[in-house]
């Protein structure tokens, strides 16, 4: 049996999120604007399967897809919503499951970090290569959340809301890590964006 751990639609991926999953990216590169399907199963195997499903049925392309014992996923995009609002209904029925099927997300921790220190943000910029750089004086949000494929919707939303910088974005493995920063008012704003996202995150 297929268990669903995490569905995420996103409607119009952010440029800063979609420049993210290009740098680990080994598939086809998701633009700004596209829509884009986030799926985590268990266990790690059976996703090739539903790719197998998806990319069949629709004209989605597969940007990543990660393969664990324990967790799969796939991260499915395509300009054209329809095309992926299809490859996650191809998928469900694939999996006899339904969108409530999905595992509710939970927040193992948050914290906004005010005024960073020059030596603090510089060893986050050594550990952090692949997002923008944290600056001295700025104020930091850090979001952990469980499955981590949740953290990917977490971080669209948190763009969208405001002027912030995404530093780091990690959404496979048993949790979900955000970095993100910016002046004060906007990283508080992005935070409450991001933290509603996952208590409602988005389907199809």
């Not at 680990?24 to 985590?40: H, R, T, Y």
């Not at 943000?121 to 290569?129: A, F, K, Y």
């Not at 048993?174 to 991001?194: H, I, M, P």
Request: aromatic residues 6%; charged residues 20%; glycine residues 6%.
């Amino acid at each position: 049996m297929i268990s669903l751990r995490t569905y995420v639609y996103i409607d119009s991926l952010q440029p800063q999120l979609a420049a993210y999953i290009a740098t680990s990216s080994q598939g086809f590169l998701p633009v700004p604007g596209d829509a884009c399907l986030w799926i985590e199963v268990s266990p790690g195997m059976a996703v090739h399967r539903l790719t197998d499903s998806a990319l069949k049925s629709t004209r989605v392309h597969l940007a990543q897809q990660v393969v664990e014992r324990n967790y799969g996923s796939m991260v499915i995009h395509q300009r054209d919503q329809s095309d992926v609002i299809e490859a996650g209904r191809v998928i469900l029925q694939k999996m006899n499951a339904r969108q409530e099927d999905r595992n509710n997300c939970k927040i193992a921790w948050q914290e906004v970090i005010r005024g960073m220190t020059p030596d603090h943000t510089v060893l986050i910029n050594r550990q952090e290569r692949r997002g923008s750089m944290i600056l001295p004086g700025q104020s930091m949000f850090i979001l952990e959340t469980e499955p981590a494929g949740y953290i990917v919707y977490a971080a669209n939303q948190a763009e969208k809301a405001a002027n912030i910088t995404l530093i780091d974005v990690k959404a496979v493995g048993a949790f979900g890590r955000l970095t993100l920063a910016g002046s004060e008012g906007d990283v508080d704003e992005a935070a409450a964006a991001a933290i509603e996202a996952v208590q409602r995150p988005s389907g199809t």
